[in-house]
């Protein structure tokens, strides 16, 4: 007899749940059991702002007292290939993080809908898609890893050509220096 109860009421609790229930003229009431995924969702937006933040002022931060324009590193391809590419993941993440946070929201706070069939269910969130924008999150943070290191090589190269003692042309230099001292008439020898 208990095991029969405890199944009764197991059935009951899914079926208070899960199962629309017809409301009043045709309106199906849809009870969700609590669930931290919209707190979930709105946290890991707000940590994707903070660090998306985070690496976007430490690529234009001095370092070491020394500032570098912004157009020292738009000179540099990669790097603006990489700034542009996490900016672009920070958006997509943005928006797979925030539709179904504000969708599954909406599925608890209105829980009444029109013409729903009891086939269909009562309509939840996308958590595959929360799951998406938390991966391309990551990615970001990567992402602005490599940016940081891409602008510490902009930074060293425009620092380095301040001071006038690049090393390239000091090698170079000196290469063409010996080429004139050897002389030019031995520069053929042993070609056919």
Known sequence: MAVTMIKMGLL???????YPHNGPEGVVMCKYPSDPTVVYGYLSFAFLVASSLTGFLSVFYPYKGKSVPSSAFLQSTLL??????????I??????LLW???????????NMYQNLSSATGCPTAKTGVLGGGA???LNSSLLWLVCLMLTSNARYDFLDDLSGESKAKEATTSGYKAALEKGLDNIFDGVA
Do not use: D, R
């Open 12 to 18: 009951l609790q899914f079926w208070v749940y899960w």
């Open 80 to 89: 603006v290939t990489f700034f542009n590419s996490t900016l672009g993941a």
């Open 91 to 96: 958006g997509l993440a943005a928006a797979l």
């Open 100 to 110: 179904p946070t504000i969708s599954g929201q909406q599925h608890h706070n209105n």
């Open 135 to 137: 991966f391309l999150s």
